[in-house]
């Protein structure tokens, strides 16, 4: 009995611990209430002795979740972007070459830094390799049958989108030009408009220049004689270093609207405005591959372009140095290549063009066709 009478106090010792803590926290809660106040709940003042009463190892566990909770809290903060005060950087650029209706880097890893005309760096530059100017010609020819045999208003209307879509990015040529050429905003702004306007003229020459080419020949004998034009096939152009868009566009324009395929240098210091006029047709009805463009040096580029035969045409336009002129010439003898060398003078872009580049790689078909009985 002694035993039994010892154990039982010992079993009632923790309820009393407990009945001593809820009449502690009504007591700290009933003032509370009386004034009003809703500070802290019954809950909380609970979870507060419980936590006062807890292990070392309990405490240590609730220090940890708090951080945690703290760091959750910073995070979602950053999601929401970085403070007002930081700085942010820009995204650069790299300009890259445009190979059928695509965007890859040189084959050969290299680029260079396109400087304004002031020397300031612009942007990075993909510098178009030998191996590069033959994969252009591939796709060049790829798409010259389904370029050349799509109707001639087919062919305007997809020019005419072209130039809808320069319009768009007006400003960003202007500052383009301007940069690379150390031009006026005016002027600058100047330049782009007459591109545009000159892109606008060739696309409506399409479905013209048949009719002022064709011809219903007089021939003796019993026969229906009709001559008509067609396009040469893939020609490479090389484009005046200035001005860098409306040279551009002047031998470009009249190369694909007469239903040639093309693939184009453009000189180094004319890689931006040159691969944002890719990114324009890239985003056009264009297909890819009628026209590729090249980033790079004249001299590096020209000699493959004037070898390879399955060229067909050759404008010299850009190639300002007569010895290499000469030399690319005869390199295109080899298969015939048409070639339209640059005049001895310097030429005058602003100038209204006239249909010579048009019929430059224009290509006359004769049929001969019995009549009679």
């Known amino acids: 009995m002694s035993e039994k009478t010892t154990v039982k106090p010992a079993a009632r010792k923790p309820a009393a ?13 009933a003032p509370a209430e009386a004034e009003g106040a809703v ?21 240590a ?8 909770s703290t760091e959750a809290e910073a995070a979602v903060v950053s999601v929401d972007g970085p403070p007002a005060s930081a700085v942010r950087l820009s995204v650069r650029k790299t300009y890259k070459l445009y190979i059928g209706g695509a965007f890859p880097r040189s084959e050969s890893g290299r ?55 320069l319009e768009g990015r007006r400003e960003q040529f202007a500052d383009e030009v301007r940069a690379v050429e150390g031009l ?25 220049i048949g009719q002022i080419r064709s011809a219903a020949n007089p021939v003796s004998g019993p026969y229906w004689n009709v001559s008509s034009p067609e396009p040469t096939g893939v020609v490479a152009l090389v484009a005046p270093e200035r001005p860098a868009l409306l040279g551009l566009v002047s031998v470009l324009a009249p190369a694909i609207a007469a239903g040639n395929t093309a693939v184009l240098v453009a000189p180094e210091s004319a890689a931006l ?62 298969n015939l290549k048409r070639v339209l060398r640059p005049a001895a003078a310097p ?27």
Not at 61 to 68: H, I
Not at 299 to 314: C, F, N, Q, R, T
């Open 39 to 59: 500070t802290e709940t019954p809950s909380a003042v609970l979870a507060e002795a419980a936590v006062v009463e807890a292990p070392p190892a309990a405490v």
């Open 273 to 334: 405005p040159a691969i944002t006029l890719a990114e324009v047709l890239a985003t056009s009805d264009l297909p890819g591959g009628v026209v590729n463009i090249l980033t790079g040096r004249v001299a590096e580029l020209g000699k493959p372009l004037a070898d390879h035969l399955d060229v067909d045409g050759l404008d010299l336009a850009g190639v300002g140095e007569s010895a290499l002129a000469t030399t690319l010439e005869r390199a295109a003898a080899e």
């Open 184 to 208: 006026t905003a005016a002027a600058a702004a100047a330049q782009v408009d007459l591109a545009i306007d000159r892109w606008v003229w060739y696309a409506g020459w399409t479905d013209k």
């Open 61 to 68: 566990e609730a220090a940890v979740a708090e951080a945690a």
């Open 111 to 165: 680029s260079y830094q396109v400087t304004s005309a002031d020397g300031a760096f612009l942007a990075n530059a993909a510098l178009a390799s030998r191996k590069d100017a033959r994969d252009a010609v591939v796709k060049a020819r790829g798409a010259f049958s389904g370029w050349s045999g799509a109707t001639a208003y087919l062919r305007g209307q997809i020019l005419y989108r072209v130039a809808e879509m």
């Open 347 to 373: 030429a005058d872009w602003a100038e209204a063009p006239g249909t010579a580049r048009l019929t430059a790689f224009l290509e006359t078909k004769t049929v001969w066709h019995p009549v009679g009985a």
């Open 17 to 29: 611990k407990k009945t001593a803590a809820k009449k502690q926290a009504a007591a700290r809660v």
